[in-house]
T-cell receptor
Framework: AQTVTQSQPEMSVQEAETVTLSCTYDTSESDYYLFWYKQPPSRQMILVIRQEAYKQQNATENRFSVNFQKAAKSFSLKISDSQLGDAAMYFCALTGTASKLTFGTGTRLQVTL | ETGVTQSPTHLIKTRGQQVTLRCSSQSGHNTVSWYQQALGQGPQFIFQYYREEENGRGNFPPRFSGLQFPNYSSELNVNALELDDSALYLC?????????????FGNGTRLTVT
């Protein structure tokens, strides 16, 4: 069975500052992918960034980067230069060969002026 | 814009009734998945279809069923609705059947069961 744990129900960051969202996971598979999705009030799940487990290099996508610690089964998301539009629910998710996504419970990110 | 369209956006049903939710994916997206997202929770996997055949199912009872059509549209049917079925239902699709192809989500259908 796969599990994803997000221990921060809510986080707050000032505009232009940096914030890190935490995620831990568990899986028995050796080949899997990890994702961070953003869900704004529009409800659509938007892919922010993804990491292939066999790649040691941490993924980056503009202001978004991850810290992937495979041995510790940790996958945190760093948002740099936070913007008001970054405010949303952020979900960490995991998929393996069964193709289904297993999501965490989410972290609500508030961005303040 | 992901090219995945769900209808209706909102729906209110009474306990015991049946409901059909619809999803239209981009051409070429031959894998479709459905997720249930209860309020304040992460989405839970219901099932997945690949080339019109179910090829994965989560911990949902048989009254949750689905169909996928050759025109890249799909349906989620729920029979004998219960109050706990109230949730946001998300459809997601991808090209191919491999898990390393990214999923594209729709905006969801908010179902309320009274």
């Amino acid at each position: 069975a796969q599990t994803v744990t997000q221990s921060q129900p809510e986080m707050s960051v000032q505009e232009a500052e940096t914030v890190t969202l935490s995620c831990t996971y568990d899986t028995s598979e050796s080949d899997y992918y990890l994702f961070w999705y953003k869900q704004p009030p529009s409800r659509q799940m938007i892919l922010v960034i993804r990491q292939e487990a066999y790649k040691q290099q941490n993924a980056t996508e503009n202001r978004f980067s991850v810290n992937f610690q495979k041995a510790a089964k940790s996958f945190s998301l760093k948002i740099s230069d936070s913007q008001l539009g970054d405010a949303a629910m952020y979900f960490c998710a995991l998929t393996g060969t069964a193709s289904k996504l297993t999501f965490g419970t989410g972290t609500r990110l508030q961005v303040t002026l | 814009e992901t090219g995945v369209t769900q209808s209706p956006t909102h729906l209110i049903k009474t306990r015991g009734q049946q409901v059909t939710l619809r999803c239209s994916s981009q051409s070429g997206h031959n894998t479709v998945s459905w997720y249930q997202q209860a309020l304040g929770q992460g989405p839970q996997f219901i099932f997945q279809y690949y080339r019109e055949e179910e090829n994965g199912r989560g911990n949902f009872p048989p009254r949750f069923s689905g169909l996928q059509f050759p025109n890249y549209s799909s349906e989620l049917n729920v029979n004998a609705l219960e109050l706990d079925d109230s949730a946001l239902y998300l459809c997601a699709s991808r090209i191919g059947g491999s898990y390393n192809s990214p999923l594209h989500f729709g905006n969801g259908t908010r179902l309320t069961v009274t």
